[in-house]
């Protein structure tokens, strides 16, 4: 079992090693992460951000799980807008879940919890959550299947399943231009300002190689979901997907 192979960027790898190699790379990121989150997308990230909180329509009193909430980007403009939702940041690495706590350190907003725990099994019981998100995380998780079945456990019958995440561009040109710029100047970047070229390769290789829109959805689907669907940003460069719990 343990010498099936899976993909680390175009590496092939065993499957156990996956984890902990992606998790390295974010352990020597996590410092420069916003910066270079930032000067990558141009600051678009942000824009998708704000794009998947208009599509929540977070309510008060709703209870919200962030999985790999990295440095807490959501968690942040969420609090912003709201302030009575019991908040749950998971992260599997410990540093990132630190710059996260740091970020929340002198905030009033005292309904945050952070949480060191995987995607795949995740310590809460069942039916407990009204929203699930996940943002750029899903492609990082060695068991995507096993990670969207935890989303469906945990969620609330009538919760609401949200990820954003890097896609598949619809037009041509686009997939070229963009291939060019994950393949060059991303890890050019990488190794420039947070030096290290390594984890950006990374990124670039990862997102090709995760599912399109389509076979997403169907993933979603299989995992249990209903009346699932996405919507392309900027032509499909990302998307967010949404599915809901009956
Ligand atoms: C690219 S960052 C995204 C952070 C944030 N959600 C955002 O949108 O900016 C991916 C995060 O997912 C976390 N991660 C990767 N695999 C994970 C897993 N299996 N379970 C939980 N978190 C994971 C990483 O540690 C990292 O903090």
Request: proline share 2%; aromatic share 10%.
């Amino acid at each position: 079992m343990n010498n099936l192979k899976t993909n680390f960027g175009k590496r092939k790898i065993k499957i156990s090693e996956k984890t902990s190699l992606v998790q390295s790379l974010f352990t020597n990121v996590s410092k420069n992460y916003d910066l270079m989150n930032d000067l990558m997308s141009f600051g678009t990230h942000r824009i998708w951000k704000k794009t998947l909180l208009e599509i929540m329509n977070i309510r008060s009193n709703e209870k919200i799980i962030d999985v790999g909430s990295g440095t807490g980007d959501l968690i942040k403009l969420i609090t912003k807008k709201n302030n009575n939702n019991e908040i749950y940041c998971v992260d599997l690495n410990a540093n990132m879940l630190n710059e996260c706590k740091n970020k929340f350190k002198n905030n009033k907003y005292n309904k945050i919890k952070f949480i060191n725990a995987n995607a795949e099994n995740l310590p809460f019981q069942k039916n407990i959550f009204d929203k699930y998100i996940i943002s750029f995380c899903l492609r990082n998780v060695t068991h995507i299947e096993k990670a969207l079945s935890e989303a469906h456990r945990i969620l609330k019958p009538g919760g609401s399943f949200y990820c954003l995440e890097f896609s598949t561009p619809n037009t041509t040109i686009i997939n070229s231009l963009y291939n060019e710029y994950k393949k060059k100047i991303i890890p050019f970047l990488g190794d420039k300002i947070a030096n290290n070229k390594d984890a950006y390769k990374y990124l670039d290789e990862s997102i090709s190689l995760f599912p399109n829109q389509e076979s997403l959805l169907d993933m979603i689907n299989d995992a249990g979901f209903t009346t699932s669907n996405f919507i392309n940003i900027f032509d499909g460069i990302v998307s967010i997907h949404k599915g809901y719990k009956v």
